[in-house]
């Protein structure tokens, strides 16, 4: 539902100026000028707009370096280089402006990401914009936060760890040690940018290349915790708001800091543990249901797969076993499964997706630990992807509990609501609780600035990472938003199709129309072939 209220006052944090204005900001948004009304930081001194100097690049693309400041309330201090990418609009006789696309993360870089996803935008839209994407500050090749000169260091550091999360106790003391230790040293390593990472702060950048791009307001697309980011642009700026899709978003004040004292981690407040549970289960069940031809997964019946996932950890707790040259523990195998729940069939150009592909992954390790054991070898080492530049982000922009909290009955009670992968969730959480770093002007509300156009919230009822409760959340605590809803599964409706869900995005990105209240789409497939 379109709703339009008073914006409530702002939350505040040492050495934040500027947000004494943002009520007054809200209520005039709509009636000033597109660049006149903006929340905290629209009244400072602000830094000139980039210039861009497209060049050729890859396959259609464009790219260019966008010069920002390191710190916006010193625009003409120390600067950063921005990674962009654009792909030219197809009909640029008909071209609107610019689309910018943030495909969430966050600290999946923008220019990897687009020609990636291209094809998943609706046709008219890629003819009458130009799609436009960066890699946000600390990440990709903007800036990236790096805390070990050597990655060898920091996987010798991280070797300590559990893959996929810690079960017994000296897993989880080894786990808390460990990203102490690595906190410690990203600080060391980037005392300049840590503390100038926040979503508010890439808010900030993306105002900046919507003036370099001649855009009097901004056209957007977020996906997942890109869809945080939007909306944290249209409560500093919302007088700058052409039109803004928000795909699978969290609810902001449950990922920014909750409604109390901060008990939980943004994982779990935001139930993302929980929409994780009820997706697997239903995963579970289809795979049982569709039979081994469809699923190899499946043992016939919903309830027997249920139980061979179970019984599945139970010997990979007893038994680890190696496939395709890497190590599989319980707790890695959960977390290999969470991934390979976001897209309910294949994604082009994304290879290994798709529920089909998770049914084959399972079977196989079933099949690996079925096989006697050879003689005994030591099991290689677990490879860990380096976290730098996650939690650079993530940890300077939201609340989390302190250090000296009782992580391991959070695991519990994630585990006792949402199964087998809420510890997952709970102790990726904790990795954030001794960071060193917080952006003392990031953004936590209020959320419900009026803006000069509406925004409109996309979700999929069966979201694996972003539950359908916290877009929900979102279209209500924006202070003009209406949901569509896509009764599917799949992690982002962009990655998910809906030719219904396209076409309402289409029409109101380049019209402005929204859907009428309370629209329902279907998705173009279901999964494992089910009609």
């Not at 030719?499 to 629209?519: F, K, N, Q, W």
Request: glycine residues 10%.
């Amino acid at each position: 539902m379109t709703r339009t209220s008073a914006p409530a006052g702002p939350r505040r944090h040492p050495a934040s100026p500027g947000r004494l204005g943002i009520a007054l900001a809200g209520l005039l948004a709509a009636a000033l000028p597109a660049n006149a009304a903006a929340a905290p930081g629209g009244a400072r001194d602000t830094a000139p707009a980039p210039r861009l100097a497209w060049t050729a690049c890859a396959d259609g693309l464009e790219c260019a370096t966008a010069r920002v400041p390191l710190d916006h309330h010193d625009p003409h201090g120390a600067t950063i280089d921005l990674a962009v990418v654009r792909h030219p609009a197809e009909d640029p006789a008909h071209r609107i402006g610019s689309l910018f696309y943030n495909p969430g993360g966050p600290a999946v870089p923008g220019t990897v990401a687009l020609p990636l996803m291209l094809g998943q935008f609706p046709d008219e839209v890629r003819k009458r914009f130009d799609l436009v994407s960066f890699d946000p500050r600390g990440t990709g090749r903007s800036a990236p936060v790096q805390c070990f000169d050597d990655p060898a260091d920091e996987q010798a550091l991280l070797a300590a760890t559990a893959a996929g999360h810690p079960e017994t106790a000296p897993e989880q003391a080894a786990w808390t040690d460990a990203y102490r230790t690595l906190g410690r040293q990203c600080a060391s390593r980037n005392p300049d940018l840590l503390p100038h990472l926040s979503t508010a702060d890439v808010a900030r950048d993306l105002d900046l290349l919507r003036q370099a791009v001649g855009d009097r307001r901004l056209t957007y697309l977020g996906t997942s915790y890109g869809s945080y980011l939007g909306a944290t642009y249209a409560n500093l700026f919302p007088g700058r708001v052409r039109a803004m899709v928000l795909d699978s978003a969290p609810d902001p004040v449950a990922w920014s800091t909750g409604d109390g004292p901060t008990l939980m981690g943004p994982l779990l407040r935001n139930g993302t543990d929980l929409a994780a549970g009820r997706v697997l289960d239903a995963f579970l069940d289809r795979c049982g249901q569709a039979g081994p031809d469809a699923c190899a997964f499946s043992a016939g019946t919903a309830t027997a797969t249920r139980a061979r996932y179970g019984e599945l950890l139970q010997r990979l707790r007893t038994r680890p076993v190696v496939l395709g040259g890497a190590r599989f523990t319980a707790a890695a195998t959960v977390e290999a499964t969470i991934p390979l729940l976001y897209a309910a069939n294949p994604v082009a150009h994304l290879p290994g997706t798709g529920w089909a592909q998770l049914g084959a992954t399972l079977r196989a390790l079933w099949t690996a630990t079925e096989t006697p054991p050879g003689p005994t070898a030591p099991l290689p080492p677990a490879v860990h992807p380096s976290p730098d530049q996650v939690l650079a982000v993530a940890c300077s922009d939201s609340a989390t509990p302190p250090a000296d909290a009782d992580h391991a009955a959070l695991a519990a009670l994630a585990r006792s609501r949402s199964g087998e992968v809420g510890p997952y969730f709970a102790w990726t959480d904790e990795r954030c609780a001794d960071w060193p770093a917080r952006d003392q002007d990031r953004y936590d509300g209020p959320w419900n600035a009026p803006t000069a156009r509406p925004i409109l919230v996309v979700a999929n009822t069966g979201d694996p990472a972003m539950p359908y409760r916290g877009s929900r959340a979102m279209a209500r605590s924006l202070g003009r938003a209406e949901l569509l809803t896509v009764d599917g599964y799949g992690h982002t409706v962009l990655a998910n199709p809906s030719a219904c869900a396209s076409r309402h995005e289409a029409r109101y990105l380049i019209d402005g129309v929204l859907p009428a209240p309370g629209t329902v789409c279907a998705p173009d497939r279901l999964p494992f072939g089910e009609r």
